[in-house]
């Protein structure tokens, strides 16, 4: 089982570089709060965000013009490139 595991997280973290290499200041810190289901994504510590521009549950936080943060809601539901993906087991979203 243990193996299973780690096999899925290699593939998943593979999955995502292409996505990470491409970030604008090339290095990002990031948070996940289980409890809430919200994924903190920050391009700039601190953030200190001006503005918020909200792409069904995507935050995009702005500072000026300048991109510096990304907060994902319901993150555990989202799956390739932002749809939500149904659980498993009872069918229901």
Avoid: C, F
Avoid at 32 to 56: C, F, M, N, W
Avoid at 64 to 69: A, D, I, M, Q, R
Wanted: aromatic fraction near 4%; hydrophobic fraction near 35%; glycine fraction near 10%.
């Amino acid at each position: 089982m243990a193996k299973t595991t780690a096999r899925r997280a290699v593939e998943d973290i593979a999955a995502a570089v292409p996505h990470l290499i491409r970030l604008p200041e090339g290095r990002a810190w990031v948070d996940y709060d289980r409890e809430a289901d919200v994924l903190y994504i920050s391009l700039k510590r601190p953030q200190r965000a001006t503005d918020t521009v909200d792409h069904g549950g995507i935050l995009l936080r702005y500072r000026g013009k300048e991109l510096v943060g990304v907060t994902v809601l319901n993150a555990s539901k989202r799956g390739v490139h932002g749809k939500k993906r149904r659980a498993s087991g009872n069918g229901r979203r």
